[in-house]
T-cell receptor
Framework: DQQVKQNSPSLSVQEGRISILNCDYT??????FLWYKKYPAEGPTFLIS?????DKNEDGRFTVFLNKSAKHLSLHIVPSQPGDSAVYFC????????????FGSGTQLTVLP | DGGITQSPKYLFRKEGQNVTLSCEQN?????MYWYRQDPGQGLRLIYY???????QKGDIAEGYSVSREKKESFPLTVTSAQKNPTAFYLC???????????????FGEGSRLTVL
C-alpha cells in the first residue's frame, strides 16, 4: 500500500518555463512533507519542505503547495533550468510513524535547453 | 566537513557471497538508516537504528543484517539470502526526532552493488 504516490514517472519542460511536480498521500497522520532532489549515482539532497499548518512555502525558484483536504502537494520550479534535471522524491512524515520518512517513487524531471 | 561517507561506491559480488557496505557519519546524529533504490521505485527502508546497540527492521529487511556498535557507524551486510541484491544502496542519518521533528534525513552518496 503506497502511502505517498508520485503518479508521473517523468516530466519534460523547456528551459525558462514552469515545472510542476505532483505528489499525493493517503495517510492522514502525515503532517510534514519534504522534497528531495537526486542526481544519478548520488544520494538525495533536501530541497524544500512544508508543515501541515501552512499551505505554501517558498525558497527562491522553488515553491511547495499543500492542499490538505485533497491530500495533495506540488512542487513548482520557476524558471526551470537545465541543472534542475534530476529525480525528485516527495516524502512525508508524521508523529504516528515516529517521524520515519515515507517516500514516493520519484519523478524524473528533464529541462530541455 | 560534516557528512556521511559510504564505501565502496561500486561493488561487484558473485552469487552466494555476503558483502558488507560501510556507512560512517560525523554529524553526531543518533539515528541512522539504510535504504534501497531500484529503478522506477521509491526509497525503501531496509533497517534503521535510533541508538547504539539497537536497530529495527524496515519494510524490506529480509536477506540483510546490520550492526550499530558505534554511534558513527552503521554497516549493512547483504547476505546470500537476499534474492535480488543488485541495487543502489543509500545510508542516511538524522537527529532523533521528537514530536516537533520533521523527519529530514541526510544522505550519503550511495553504493551500487551488482551481483554477477
Amino acid at each position: 500500500d503506497q502511502q505517498v504516490k508520485q503518479n508521473s514517472p517523468s516530466l519534460s519542460v523547456q528551459e525558462g518555463r514552469i515545472s510542476i511536480l505532483n505528489c499525493d498521500y493517503t495517510n492522514s497522520m502525515f503532517d510534514y512533507f519534504l522534497w528531495y532532489k537526486k542526481y544519478p549515482a548520488e544520494g538525495p539532497t533536501f530541497l524544500i519542505s512544508i508543515s501541515s499548518i501552512k499551505d505554501k512555502n517558498e525558497d527562491g525558484r522553488f515553491t511547495v503547495f499543500l492542499n490538505k483536504s485533497a491530500k495533495h502537494l506540488s512542487l513548482h520550479i520557476v524558471p526551470s533550468q537545465p541543472g534542475d534535471s534530476a529525480v525528485y522524491f516527495c516524502a512525508a512524515s508524521g508523529w504516528g510513524s515516529a517521524r520515519q520518512l515515507t517516500f514516493g517513487s520519484g519523478t524524473q524531471l528533464t529541462v530541455l535547453p | 566537513d560534516g557528512g556521511i561517507t559510504q564505501s565502496p561506491k561500486y561493488l561487484f559480488r558473485k552469487e552466494g557471497q555476503n558483502v558488507t557496505l560501510s556507512c560512517e557519519q560525523n554529524l553526531n546524529h543518533d539515528a541512522m538508516y539504510w535504504y534501497r533504490q531500484d529503478p522506477g521505485q521509491g526509497l525503501r527502508l531496509i533497517y534503521y537504528s535510533q541508538i547504539v546497540n539497537d536497530f529495527q527492521k524496515g519494510d524490506i529487511a529480509e536477506g540483510y543484517s546490520v550492526s550499530r556498535e558505534k554511534k558513527e557507524s552503521f554497516p549493512l551486510t547483504v547476505t546470500s539470502a537476499q534474492k535480488n541484491p543488485t541495487a543502489f544502496y543509500l545510508c542516511a542519518s538524522s537527529p532523533l526526532q521528537g514530536a516537533l521533528g520533521t523527519g529530514e534525513l541526510f544522505f550519503g552518496e550511495g553504493s551500487r552493488l551488482t551481483v554477477l
